[in-house]
């Protein structure tokens, strides 16, 4: 019987080879393509696979006659989902679930950063000046107000719950949620519960629907001192609103790990305000940078490949029409 080819495109250590192996059961070929390799050199080897993990290009996915199934490493899926030439043979999943705990310590880190001033007193250690700023501010008894109550949101949740705060997630039913909310709404409900939020963390993915949401009516409908955190996609956030908006003094601090455009060009005014927090990209960085969340991403490829060689239903499965993430 001909091998189940496979092509995997992120870096793997010899360990997670091994796993990935013992997942194929003998009946599959692994195919481990260099990063360093041009799209010339990589293209006869993805032609060659069946399943591909990772994220190949549009016009690379369409050159590919024999491909079945692509497992993303990442659980944004908009680079496919936006765009059109996607084909309807190929099924496609991706990494929902692996990075709840990176990315929830992330927003953790930068709120404290905010609320304790932490990058002015970084600031000051660089000018070798002792001086206590003063006005501080602590999470215990706030309102949060988590917009994408799903497994990013939610891991938030449980941990910024550990803080004695009040918490409000935002999705698509307002129905069975976790208990580390403790009320939930649905987009309809977000022009009322955006005044009443000390916090506001934006987890959604980029969607037809979450462009701009946050636009400057909302952003101006924000408390003068509320914290607005944003890990998901820059999209959400009208980007030049949100300049004249801190201008005016609005808003007591900022952090974005996404940007639209991203990366902001030089010179852009979000570079230089005090109160913002620019990183690029990085809350939910895997290969390279986070052996833990390597493993996870590892484990549902595992799981995945399994499933697809048992004919079974796969898990995080990517449905194109309404865009949403299965989970199984």
Request: hydrophobic share 40%; net charge neutral.
């Amino acid at each position: 019987m001909e091998k189940v080819k496979v092509a995997v495109l992120f870096p793997c250590d010899p360990a997670q080879k091994r796993m990935l192996e013992r997942a194929g059961k003998d009946r599959c070929e692994f195919i481990y393509v260099d990063r360093g390799m041009t799209r010339e050199e990589r293209l006869p080897l993805l032609q060659s696979a069946e399943i591909i993990f990772g994220e190949p290009g549009i016009r690379e996915i369409q050159k590919c006659p024999g491909l079945r199934w692509i497992q993303m490493s990442w659980a944004g899926t908009d680079v496919y989902t936006m765009r059109e030439g996607f084909p309807q043979k190929v099924k496609l999943t991706n990494a929902r679930g692996s990075f709840q705990a990176v990315i929830s310590e992330y927003i953790v880190a930068v709120l404290l950063e905010l609320c304790r001033n932490l990058k002015q007193y970084a600031l000051q250690q660089q000018e070798e000046r002792w001086r206590p700023l003063g006005s501080e501010t602590l999470l215990y008894g706030k309102r949060i107000l988590i917009l994408g109550a799903g497994d990013i949101g939610t891991g938030a949740a449980k941990r910024l719950k550990a803080f004695g705060t009040y918490i409000t997630g935002m999705r698509r039913t307002e129905r069975n949620f976790p208990d580390c909310y403790d009320a939930m709404i649905t987009a309809d409900g977000l022009d009322a519960a955006l005044p009443k939020a000390d916090i506001v963390i934006g987890c959604l993915p980029n969607t037809p629907e979450t462009e701009g949401l946050l636009d400057e009516r909302r952003l101006r409908a924000m408390k003068k001192e509320t914290y607005l955190i944003n890990v998901g996609r820059g999209s959400l956030i009208d980007t030049e609103a949100l300049v004249r908006v801190l201008e005016e003094g609005s808003l007591g601090g900022v952090a974005l790990d996404v940007a639209d455009p991203e990366p902001l060009p030089a010179g852009h005014p979000l570079w230089r305000m005090d109160r913002v927090i620019l990183t690029p990209h990085i809350a939910g960085l895997s290969f390279g940078y986070s052996k833990d969340t390597e493993n996870r991403i590892i484990h549902i490829c595992c799981q995945n490949l399994t499933r697809y060689l048992e004919r079974r239903e796969l898990v995080n499965l990517v449905n194109f029409k309404t865009r949403y993430v299965s989970e199984q």
